[in-house]
T-cell receptor, first 114, second 116 residues
Framework: AQKITQTQPGMFVQEKEAVTLDCTYD???????LFWYKQPSSGEMIFLIY??????QNATEGRYSLNFQKARKSANLVISASQLGDSAMYFC???????????FGQGTELSVKP | GAGVSQTPSNKVTEKGKYVELRCDPI?????LYWYRQSLGQGPEFLIY????????DSGLPNDRFFAVRPEGSVSTLKIQRTERGDSAVYLC??????????????FGEGSRLTVL
């Protein structure tokens, strides 16, 4: 069964510094997708970045990059040049195959200090 | 509107009552998902529709929970004989299902259910 683990309940980072949020996953499928979502205190879930299991390059979207290490089954999110508006809950999620449900981790609460 | 719309945004009910939560997905999105999120937790999968049919209902916790999507667009999550433990934010999401995209989920703002 698929499983997502986020071991950092809370993280602090200084404004303008980079931060890495950890995510490990477990699946027996060869084809899967990995997602990161941001959930500010207002509650909406905002899609950040996607990595397919067959993608050879690490995904990047602006200040977000995904450090994908397939052999270690990890998909860490790196946020560069943190901003105060980055303070939020961050969820890692996985989907087996090309369609279907996403399974979410427990989340990491990121606080950016001025 | 352009996004996923959920109503009501807040619902307070008494233990034992029946509740309906509605989701209007993004136009053209064939896949629709229901999740439940308790405070401090990640979203927990409930059910997923592809068109009108439930493709995966493995997350429904018991037979008090039921969802429909009769015309392949709007969906209703129905909870019978509500219990205090059903209190949570119920999130709806939709996505395009095609091989040409990542299939990321677009979420609504949620319906906060409180059972007294």
């Amino acid at each position: 069964a698929q499983k997502i683990t986020q071991t950092q309940p809370g993280m602090f980072v200084q404004e303008k510094e980079a931060v890495t949020l950890d995510c490990t996953y477990d699946t027996s499928d060869q084809s899967y997708g990995l997602f990161w979502y941001k959930q500010p205190s207002s509650g909406e879930m905002i899609f950040l970045i996607y990595q397919g299991s067959y993608d050879e390059q690490n995904a990047t979207e602006g200040r977000y990059s995904l450090n994908f290490q397939k052999a270690r089954k990890s998909a860490n999110l790196v946020i560069s040049a943190s901003q105060l508006g980055d303070s939020a809950m961050y969820f890692c999620a996985m989907r087996e195959g090309r369609q279907g449900k996403l399974i979410f981790g427990q989340g990491t609460e990121l606080s950016v200090k001025p | 509107g352009a996004g996923v719309s959920q109503t009501p945004s807040n619902k307070v009910t008494e233990k034992g009552k029946y509740v309906e939560l509605r989701c209007d997905p993004i136009s053209g999105h064939t896949a629709l998902y229901w999740y439940r999120q308790s405070l401090g937790q990640g979203p927990e999968f409930l059910i997923y529709f592809q068109g009108t049919g439930a493709a995966d209902d493995s997350g429904l916790p018991n037979d008090r929970f039921f969802a429909v999507r009769p015309e392949g667009s709007v969906s209703t999550l129905k909870i019978q004989r509500t219990e205090r433990g059903d209190s949570a934010v119920y999130l709806c999401a939709s996505s395009l299902s095609s091989r040409a995209n990542t299939g990321e989920l677009f979420f609504g703002e949620g319906s906060r259910l409180t059972v007294l």
